[in-house]
Nanobody, 125 residues
Framework: QVQLVESGGGLVQPGVSLRLSCAAS????????IGWFRQAPGKEREGVSCISSSGSGTDYTDSVKGRFTISRDNVKNTVYLQMNSLKPEDTGLYYC??????????????????WGQGTQVAVSS
């Protein structure tokens, strides 16, 4: 069964860090680009970051540049999103998604084939 499972969310105060994980089962992430998305209450889902299958290409939405870092460990079949200096506006349900792609660059808001169920991140004082 093909599955993506996110973990690592939680309730934190502004300024702290969280690391989200996206673990794949039922398939290998080696040839898949991965995207991270979030959806805040009452808002549309937005792309946060993506990473190419090789890891050489990454992209970030402007609001998280310099604070978030995406990485992947193909041995562990897992992609990570390190989130530093969290702000209240980072609150939302964070999803990861995968698409088969050997392109050097990822497309953050492109088509994705597999989606996880999400992990909740809440940033509040």
């Amino acid at each position: 069964q093909v599955q993506l499972v996110e973990s690592g969310g939680g309730l934190v105060q502004p300024g702290v860090s969280l690391r989200l994980s996206c673990a794949a089962s039922g398939f290998t992430l080696d040839y898949h680009a991965i995207g991270w998305f979030r959806q805040a209450p009452g808002k549309e889902r937005e792309g946060v970051s993506c990473i190419s299958s090789s890891g050489s290409g990454t992209d970030y939405t402007d609001s998280v540049k310099g604070r978030f870092t995406i990485s992947r460990d193909n041995v562990k079949n897992t992609v990570y999103l390190q989130m530093n200096s969290l702000k209240p506006e980072d609150t939302g349900l964070y999803y990861c998604a995968a698409v088969w792609s050997l392109r050097a660059l990822c497309v953050m808001n492109g088509r994705y084939d597999y989606w996880g169920q999400g992990t909740q991140v809440a940033v509040s004082s």
